[in-house]
C-alpha cells in the first residue's frame, strides 16, 4: 500500500511555489521536488497535471525555451502563493523543505506561526506574549540599525 507523500492541494502550492522562484520546465520542476523531498517519487503523471492546473488558472505563463515549455508565475500566481503562506509555512515545517520565495519577513513569519500555533493550550499565554515582546523589540533594533547603516553607505 502507497502512501501519499503531499497531502490534498499540497503539491500544486509546492511546484507554484517553486516556479515563483524560477522559471522552470516540467523535468527541472520533477528534479526539484525529488531534490528538495528525497522520500518523494516525482512522475510526469503527478506533476504536469499540477502545472497544467495551475496554468489553467492563469497562476503561470508558458514560454518555449530551447524546443522545452518553461512555465513562470503570473502576478496572480504571486498573489496566491501569498495568500497561501500559512499552509506552504505548515508544508515547509513538515518537511523541513524550504520552499517560499525569497527571504521575506512574511514567509519568516508564517513558518514561525507553523511551529508554534500547534503548542497552543501547552504554553502560559503570558510568557509567550513577553517573549514575542522581547522578539519584536530585538527586531525593531535590527530595522533601526539597517536603517543607520545605509544611511552611512549613501553619504560616502
Known amino acids: 500500500m502507497s502512501r501519499r507523500y503531499f497531502r490534498h492541494g499540497e503539491l500544486p502550492l509546492v511546484v507554484l511555489a ?3 522562484n524560477e522559471p522552470r520546465h516540467g523535468y527541472e520542476v520533477m528534479a526539484e521536488l525529488m531534490r528538495l523531498f528525497p522520500d518523494y517519487r516525482a512522475s510526469p503523471g503527478s506533476v504536469y ?3 497544467e492546473a495551475l496554468h489553467a488558472e492563469g497562476l503561470l505563463v508558458s514560454a518555449a525555451r530551447d524546443g522545452k515549455t518553461t512555465y513562470r508565475t503570473t502576478a496572480e500566481g504571486d498573489d496566491a502563493l501569498s495568500a497561501r503562506a500559512a499552509l506552504l509555512a505548515a508544508l515547509e515545517h513538515r518537511t523541513g523543505a524550504r520552499l517560499s520565495p525569497g527571504d521575506s519577513l512574511t514567509s519568516a513569519l508564517a513558518r514561525f506561526t507553523a ?4 503548542l497552543s493550550g501547552r504554553v502560559d499565554p503570558a510568557a509567550v ?3 514575542l515582546e522581547q522578539a519584536a523589540t530585538k527586531i525593531e533594533r535590527l530595522s533601526r540599525i ?3 547603516t545605509a544611511v552611512k553607505e549613501t553619504s560616502k
Open 18 to 20: 517553486l516556479l515563483a
Open 146 to 148: 539597517r536603517t543607520i
Open 115 to 118: 511551529r508554534i500555533v500547534p
Open 49 to 51: 497535471p499540477a502545472i
Open 129 to 131: 506574549e513577553d517573549v
